[in-house]
C-alpha cells in the first residue's frame, strides 16, 4: 500500500494535537525518587560504584557522577555543533593551524548524515557533478571530504573517506544511478577554507576544500599498553555501561540489540570508534524499526476501512491521503504523532554523531558517549520497572 500525499496528513495532525491536553515537562525530581525507589536501578548503580571504588581515581579527570550530572541535550538540537563561518565559505582561511597537523585540498560531498571512523559507507551517485567528482576519484586521488549538511549550514568538522570501490550501474537503473561506490572512513578533519565557494550556488561541479587532518589532543595517551587498572575513568565508564545496556536489552527481549559477546570483548582505549559505530548502526535500526510499525499500522487502518466499504484491493494500491475519509485522516494521523513521538524518545539523529566527531579528545569523545549509553539505559530501566507493576 502507498499513501500518496503524505505531506496533506499535516492539517490533521495538527488537529489532533490542538485537541490535546496541556501538559508540562515531566518532573525530574519525581523521576530521579522514581529511580532511587527501584530496586533494580541500585543493582546497578551498585555493581559501577563498587567497582569504581576498588579503582584508583585521578580526581583531575572527570568523574561518572560528574559525568551523569550533565544536563541532556536533546538529540534533535544542535547545540555544541560547530557549523563553518562565513569567512571559509567566502573562501577565505577560517581558523589557525593545529601544531603540526596535515591540510590537503580534496573534494567535499555535503550530506545529510554523518559518518564516523571506522565505518564502511555505500553511496549511491546520480547527480552529475558527482558523478564527475567520482570519474576523477578513479584516475587520481581516491580521497573524499563529506561533512554534514542540515537547514542550510554545512558542519565545520567532518570526515576523509577513501574510495575503495565504484561499480558503473547506469546500463541496470537505466542511468538513474550512475555509480555506488563503497568507501573506508579513514579521518577527522576539520575545513580551513572552501576552495571554490562560487559552486556553493552554482551546482555545475563539485565543491573542493582544504581540510586539516585532525589528530586527538591526547593521541599519546591512546598509545599506552592497555591495562585494565589503568583505563581513564570516560575509558572504564563506557566499557561498563555499554555491558549494562546489553544485559538490559536481554532481560527485555528488545528486537534490536547488541550481541554481549562483542560488546565485552570492545577495547574502550583502541576500538572506541568501533563501539561508536556500533550504537550509530542500533540507533538507525531502531528507527528503521519504529518507520516499519508504523507503515505496518497505517497499512492495517486503510485496509480495514477498505474491507468495512466494500473495496477489494489486490496488488499495488496508490491512495491518496485527500480521498479518505475524515475519520481515516484522523486515525493515520495519530500513528505518525505516535511514531514521531516513539523516534523522539529514542533520540538518534546526527547531531549526536557530530558532536562526539568534533570531540577534541579521546577523553572528551567518550564522556560524551558515555552520556548518550546513560540516556538509554536510564529509558529501559524504566521501561523494565513498568513491566514488573
Not at 99 to 124: C, D, K
Not at 170 to 185: G, L, R, W
Not at 257 to 264: A, C, E, H, P, Q
Request: charged share 30%; proline share 4%; aromatic share 6%.
Amino acid at each position: 500500500l502507498v499513501l500518496a500525499a503524505a505531506a496533506s496528513a499535516r492539517p490533521a495532525i495538527n488537529r489532533l494535537q490542538a485537541a490535546r491536553p496541556a501538559t508540562g515537562p515531566a518532573s525530574c525530581t519525581n523521576l530521579r525518587s522514581y529511580r532511587l525507589r527501584s530496586g533494580a536501578i541500585g543493582k546497578v548503580a551498585n555493581r559501577l560504584w563498587q567497582a569504581s571504588a576498588r579503582r584508583r581515581i585521578d580526581p583531575a579527570k572527570a568523574t561518572l557522577e560528574q559525568l551523569r550530572d550533565q544536563p541532556k541535550i536533546p538529540s534533535d538540537s544542535d547545540e555544541g555543533v560547530a557549523w563553518l563561518p562565513f569567512s571559509a565559505l567566502d573562501g577565505q582561511i577560517s581558523s589557525s593551524q593545529q601544531g603540526e597537523s596535515e591540510v590537503v585540498t580534496v573534494p567535499v560531498f555535503p550530506l545529510g548524515s554523518v559518518y564516523l571512523p571506522g565505518a564502511q559507507e555505500i553511496l549511491q551517485i546520480f547527480e552529475p557533478r558527482y558523478r564527475e567528482m567520482y570519474e576523477k576519484t578513479q584516475t587520481g586521488d581516491k580521497m573524499i571530504g563529506t561533512m554534514l549538511v542540515k537547514d542550510g549550514k554545512m558542519a565545520e568538522y567532518g570526515s576523509l573517506m577513501e574510495v575503495t570501490e565504484v561499480q558503473d550501474v547506469s546500463e541496470q537503473t537505466n542511468d538513474q544511478i550512475k555509480y555506488v561506490v563503497v568507501h573506508d572512513v579513514k579521518e577527522r578533519i576539520k575545513v580551513k577554507r572552501i576552495v571554490n565557494p562560487g559552486n556553493l550556488q552554482d551546482t555545475s561541479t563539485f565543491l573542493q576544500a582544504e581540510v586539516e587532518i585532525l589528530r586527538d589532543s591526547d593521541e599519546e595517551f591512546k598509545k599506552k599498553p592497555v591495562i585494565e587498572e589503568d583505563l581513564s575513568e570516560a575509558e572504564w565508564g563506557c566499557s561498563e555501561i555499554i555491558k549494562v545496556l546489553a544485559d538490559l536489552q536481554e532481560d527485555l527481549q528488545e528486537p534490536v540489540r547488541f550481541s554481549k559477546d562483542v560488546v565485552s570483548e570492545i577495547n574502550m582505549r583502541t576500538e572506541s570508534w568501533k563501539a561508536i559505530n556500533l550504537w550509530n548502526s542500533y540507533m538507525s535500526q531502531l528507527h528503521t524499526q519504529k518507520y516499519n510499525e508504523m507503515q505496518e499500522a497505517t497499512t492495517k487502518v486503510i485496509m480495514d476501512h477498505f474491507k468495512k466499504i466494500g473495496r477489494e484491493v489486490s496488488g499495488r494500491v496508490e491512495v491518496n491521503f485527500n480521498d479518505l475519509p475524515r475519520d481515516i485522516q484522523d486515525e493515520v494521523a495519530k500513528i505518525t504523532l505516535r511514531f514521531q513521538e516513539a523516534t523522539r524518545k529514542i533520540g538518534g539523529g546526527p547531531y549526536p554523531f557530530q558532536r562526539l566527531l568534533q570531540a577534541n579528545s579521546h577523553k572528551e569523545r567518550l564522556e560524551l558517549f558515555y552520556k548518550l549509553l546513560n540516556e538509554h539505559v536510564q529509558g529501559l530501566l524504566l521501561k523494565k520497572l513498568e513491566r514488573k507493576k
